[in-house]
């Protein structure tokens, strides 16, 4: 393998270019860095950057065939090796504000033995926890340490955000215990967030199955029984996505349930005030008509009398409805 010396590392708009130091922090690259298996460099930067994405097709220490995914040609879950490189594409929860409508942002990262390269567009929160923890001498001390970290981050991200989908549908079914419908849309928009996620997710747990059965020169047993942890840990994630989707299913069901029950009272009612007035409106229209030999036309009190009629014959359909339990 070629000695890697810092000069080959200078990016001047580079997010983070450190060296691991072997002892859970980080120093500056600078021209008389040598990146080493036990000190890895980590370059991470947007590659919409113009600088960073010149560096990035520019440099040898890249395969010229995964410059493309470097630079963001690439955004579906996969692991590629490639003589002592590996490149590795992710997906993670997007906890930006502009997380609608695209829910996930994306991670790619190249690791050999002695270096490290990630790029992203959108702020990635595993990435700055990681980085954080290098600051505070409390970080990983190699490439395999490196990964495993950011995949647990990207996990734990990904657990919570299921967690408070899933808290939504609870509400959600609480709600229509009270006979509260949901907002319209507010059920689709949960769907379409978790039938992406699980999209994605499901690849993304073959690479960390991969990351954890493979013999990566770069990652110790004890990287890869962590990343067992963190594959099993994302597959109960999965379980959990597919129940939630479940649920939604049920929900909306009972949502079309409710609102068709509704509109059935609703006519049901209608049909019972109909028939509860359609003898007096018979009546009324015939002795409405101007015609002559209407009975009673010529007596004062005849209008009364047929006000207590209308009223008698109402009582007597409405007696009957009871009778027959239909109100």
Known sequence: MEKITGKQLLVSQAIHAWQLDGKGGVLPITDDT?????????????YEQPESLAWLNATELLPESFKDALAGESCRPRVSRQ????????????LNNESLPDPLVTLRVYLTESLIVSTRHRPIHAIDEVG??????????HVGGWLVDILDAL????????????????????????QEV???????????????????????RD?????????????????????QDIAERLGRGLDDLDATIARTAVIVDEINSLLADAMNRRTYTMSLMAMLFLPATFLTGLFGVNLGGIPGGDKGNAFAIFCLCLGVLGGGVLWWLKRSKWL
Do not use: Y
């Open 83 to 94: 003589g002592e490189g590996t490149l590795i594409v992710l997906r993670s929860v997007n």
């Open 34 to 46: 040598v990146a080493s298996g036990s000190m890895p460099c980590w370059l991470h930067f947007d």
């Open 155 to 178: 996990t734990d991200r990904v657990s919570d955000f299921i967690d408070d989908i899933h808290g939504r549908v609870i509400e959600l079914e609480d709600g229509l215990l009270e």
């Open 182 to 204: 949901p907002e319209r849309g507010e059920i689709a928009l949960i769907r379409k967030q978790l039938i992406v996620l699980r999209r994605h997710l499901m690849p993304q």
């Open 132 to 141: 954080q923890d290098l600051m505070n001498h409390s970080g990983p001390t």
């Open 207 to 227: 690479v960390f199955s991969r990351l954890a059965n493979e013999r990566f020169p770069w990652m110790s047993n004890e990287d890869r029984h962590r990343m």
